[in-house]
């Protein structure tokens, strides 16, 4: 959420900004590539370490458990 708060006033400051409307376009613009990438960088992250402690439990606990739930 402050996350989403910070990019309100990022858009806000940069569309209210006394300059030519090209730069407003591209300032916007390169606003929203940048959060994207990072964005997507933190979700490949935590994925990557989800994938390496999922591998982890993995080896520690054997491949083949009883479920903990009869169906």
């Known amino acids: 959420m402050p996350g989403l708060w910070l990019l309100v006033d990022l858009l806000e400051a940069a569309i209210t900004w006394g300059s030519p409307l090209w730069f407003r376009v591209v300032t916007v613009s390169m606003l929203a590539v940048g959060f994207t990438i990072v ?26 458990r ?6």
């Open 39 to 64: 964005l997507l960088g933190f979700a490949g992250f935590v994925g990557l370490l989800g994938s390496k402690v999922g591998g982890w439990l993995a080896t520690k606990t054997g491949a083949r």
């Open 66 to 71: 009883t479920p903990s739930v009869r169906t």
